[in-house]
């Protein structure tokens, strides 16, 4: 039953975001026909990743708050390992919804190539783990501050979700933030993926983006293992 | 005169089981579970009454049934003169619940602030509540935490608040169910002198549910055991320890142990690397502490009466 | 019991879990400067957001720019006082209804729906998380290009309040099944995507008028942000969305005592 609720509000999410943005294209030159399969293939990314509301991230603060995570240190697993594949397991019913609506989004736009897919699969495999990182800084936020506001997460979702291309596609930016944002790590989560199935074939501008969201996966995954560690340390610390 | 009334008092539950996950989808399968199955007791005004029985036996279902919070299947029950399931203002008014491991305090607040509340929705007027504040809690040794916010207090702390916001209003019936768990020795030994000064000074009637024999020994004087939904017995302590199991618990104490075949004394009842305890009838008592003592270096002897818990112990076993 | 007992006993209620949590909250310093942060980057991105739709549009469902900033304001508004009176209570009812500590409040001669409803009123939430960022908001605005006259303000308080009411009774509806079921969580957040992503993102204007009047009634999630705002701008009728507001209100209310009654009938109380 509860599966079932959450599979309704993930797709009330994606409706609402169509039917907004149905008022936003409505008197004006803005195809919907391209929004929407935008915002389902998007939507179906985000999903897949993990990054919606950073299910994994913000799982640490209720274990945090019930005491839960106490019991996990004293575990030899790592715990964070262990929290994402909790997740993964208890969602089983997403990926079937994500790629339910990947697909759909996929039949509006049609001719996608073989590279584009092969593309779309790459750019998936550094999304999950940008989103990996995300969620692991999100976990350390919690165990420094304790705080079980859940404001935290949101705040930071919506930031994520601004700045990846999931709350608008970022070829709406005005150009310098434009330009900014595509450095950014956010948009490979996102908007990255999405817009890779309709590539037709390998330009410098693929190679480039690439290598940036390569560099920033290693690097994002780097410093919040490091900082996850140092995170565990200062909260065994203060006494579970 | 009879404050608690029961009769033939049923309650079943229907418990969702879950077989095939794809199935409980979209429909769920239950099983029907008797929790309490043809009760029926009184109880008068100002006794001390303990309610026993293994794990899931119906001892806190009967209790939330007295306390309004479930309604039975079937059955009556007739607490000071009131249907508890009615909810009636006045009788609430006249109980006080408190539940171990569950708090009625405002996490937020603390419990001066939240027995506040209390003054005014019991009618407490403001002198008497001050001073009986007062008075609790320096009884309880809370007094210095009333101010803390209620998130911020040990169990122990807080449960003793959660009995004096329990019984600020001076209820007639204090209902309480597994009071002491998880409390440290200090604690319990403070609340159950608690319980029983209240209980003698202000006529307060008490049931308590409980695991902890030490609990039901000092508080209660009359025992109501539920077993799988049914009472089994329903008697004082008293009459329990004279008519239940008298066999006696010696305990010899040794540095070594010359004799190798110890099952030929009698029944083991406990074996440790420095003692070794025996469970014998009285008639067999002295042959045992004899034979015993001439054939290894006993240091010393210990001669128990059986413990509650075993007497207990053997009512469960027999339905 | 008389009318001035009655009114005497809620307002100490009130009273206590309002004043003396603002109390208590001035004391976390640290959550307060999270909060307040957080809240206020919210805000920025935001406005950054409608910024961005306004560099391709001129108008989102006849909102410009401004009206839909001051749309987004009322969103933020709405979101926080609902956060500080209604939401948290409610996600406590739940817990409270699953580990069984509701018991401890069903057994005094407390007003229970009452209690639970207004357990605790984080007015200082309210403040560190709206204040901030409303006044970037209200620096932004071009208050002069916004159609607001003095009675439009006024209904739309009213109308404000009764949506408030709405939002409470319609993630009380959410928290019901918990009583015969056992968990409740999925629904809250479902109800919550409801709250964020309709009546918070989309204007009334942008949606037909079958879902206009369905998410002002049977899912009443626009009433204290898109009805609210629609009638600040004096683009609905003041008059009949005041009247509509009002019986909507009380219809709910109503319901909400209804069906308290009911589930306490069911309730079965978690084992100990």
């Not at chain 1, 039949?107 to 996608?112: F, K």
């Not at chain 3, 009655?6 to 310093?29: A, D, G, Y």
């Not at chain 3, 998410?215 to 009728?237: A, Y």
Request: glycine content about 6%.
């Amino acid at each position: 039953m509860d599966i079932v609720i959450f599979t309704i509000k993930r797709f009330v999410e994606v409706i609402f975001l169509i039917v907004f943005w149905g008022a936003v294209s409505n008197g004006s030159n803005l195809d919907l026909k391209t929004l929407t399969s935008y915002f389902l293939i998007s939507g179906g990314v985000a999903e897949l990743i993990m990054i919606n509301n950073l299910p994994v991230g913000d799982g640490i603060k209720g274990n945090v708050r019930t005491g839960q995570l106490s019991n996990d240190i004293i575990k030899p697993i790592s715990i964070f390992l262990a929290q994402y594949a909790a997740k993964l397991g208890s969602r089983v019913l997403i990926p079937v919804t994500s790629i339910i609506m990947i697909i759909v989004g996929i039949i509006l736009i049609g001719n996608i190539t073989l590279f584009g897919y092969l593309y779309f699969f790459i750019a998936l495999i550094i999304a999950m783990f940008l989103s990996y990182s995300f969620n692991l800084l999100l976990g350390c936020l919690y165990l420094i501050t304790t705080s079980t506001y859940s404001g935290i997460t949101s705040i930071i979702n919506q930031s994520i979700k601004f700045f990846s291309g999931a709350l608008v596609p970022i070829y709406f930016f005005p150009d310098g933030l434009r330009q900014i944002i595509e450095f950014l790590p956010f948009n490979f989560m996102i908007y990255a993926p999405t817009t890779a199935l309709l590539e037709k074939s390998l330009n410098n501008v693929i190679v480039k983006n690439v290598c940036i969201s390569l560099v920033w996966s290693l690097v994002l995954l780097v410093i919040s293992i490091y900082l996850w560690k140092k995170s565990l340390k200062k909260y065994e610390a203060y006494g579970i | 005169m009879n404050i608690i009334e029961i009769n033939n008092l049923n309650k079943q539950f229907k418990i969702t089981i879950r077989k095939n996950w794809i199935k409980s989808i979209f429909k769920s399968e239950y099983k029907i579970k008797k929790a309490v199955d043809n009760v029926s007791f009184t109880v008068k005004k100002g006794e001390s009454v303990a309610f026993l029985g293994p794990n899931g036996a119906g001892k806190t279902t009967t209790t939330k049934m007295m306390t309004g919070l479930i309604y039975p299947t079937s059955g009556e029950i007739s607490v000071l003169g009131f249907k508890p399931q009615d909810r009636n203002k006045e009788f609430l008014m006249k109980i006080g619940l408190v539940m171990g491991n569950k708090t009625g305090l405002n996490w937020d607040l603390t419990a001066r602030q939240t027995f506040s509340i209390y003054q005014k929705i019991y009618k407490i007027p403001i002198e008497k509540y001050k001073s009986r504040l007062d008075k609790l809690s320096k009884l309880l040794n809370v007094d210095e935490h009333l101010d803390t916010p209620v998130r911020k207090l040990s169990l122990g702390e807080r449960m003793k608040l959660e009995l004096i916001g329990a019984i600020l209003h001076d209820p007639e019936i204090l209902f309480l169910d597994e009071p002491t768990i998880g409390l440290d020795i200090i604690s319990k030994q403070n609340i159950r002198k608690f319980l029983r000064e209240i209980q003698k000074d202000h006529g307060i009637t008490l049931i308590l549910t409980s695991h902890d024999m030490d609990d039901i020994e000092l508080v209660c004087d009359r025992v109501l055991v539920i077993n799988n939904g049914q009472l089994v017995f329903d008697n004082t302590i008293d009459y329990l320890k004279s008519n239940y199991n008298k066999d006696k618990y010696v305990k010899f104490y040794f540095d070594s142990i010359q004799d190798l075949d110890l099952n030929s004394y009698g029944e083991i009842y406990e074996q440790k690397d420095a003692s070794i305890t025996y469970k014998v009838a009285p008639t067999s008592l002295p042959q045992l502490i004899s034979s015993f003592t001439s054939k290894n270096n006993v240091i010393d002897i210990d001669i128990n009466s059986t413990p509650l818990e075993e007497m207990i112990k053997e009512i469960y076993e027999k339905k | 019991m008389g009318f001035k007992d009655f009114i005497s006993e809620r307002w100490q209620i009130i009273k206590i879990n309002t004043v003396e949590t603002f109390m208590l909250q001035l004391s976390s310093i640290f959550e307060n400067w999270i909060v307040l942060i957080t809240s206020f980057f919210f805000v920025i991105i935001n406005i950054l957001f409608i910024n961005v739709l306004f560099t391709n549009v001129s108008t989102i469902a006849t909102y410009t720019k401004d009206q839909m900033i001051l749309f987004s304001l009322i969103g933020n508004l709405s979101f926080f006082i609902n956060i500080a009176w209604s939401a948290d209570n409610m996600a406590s009812l739940i817990y409270g209804v699953n580990k069984g500590d509701l018991d401890l409040i069903l057994s005094k001669p407390l007003p229970s729906l009452f209690y639970v409803t207004f357990r605790k009123i984080d007015i200082f939430l309210f403040v560190k998380g709206f204040v901030p960022g409303a006044i970037a908001y209200i620096v932004i605005i071009k208050w002069f290009s916004l159609n607001i006259t003095f009675e439009s303000c006024l209904a739309a308080i009213v109308i404000f309040i009764a949506g408030q009411i709405a939002l409470n009774f319609f993630q009380f509806l959410c928290v019901i099944p918990v009583f015969f079921r056992g968990s409740a969580e999925q629904l809250m957040s479902l109800s919550w995507a409801f709250e964020y992503n309709l009546g918070r993102m989309i204007p009334l204007e942008g949606l037909d008028k079958f879902f206009r009047i369905l998410f002002i009634t049977l899912i009443p999630v626009m009433i204290s942000t898109g009805l609210t705002t629609s009638v600040l701008l004096n683009k609905s009728d003041l008059l009949l969305s005041i009247l509509f507001s009002i019986v909507v209100s009380i219809v709910f209310i109503l319901i909400k005592i209804l069906l308290w009654k009911f589930a306490l009938k069911n309730y079965t109380s978690a084992s100990s």
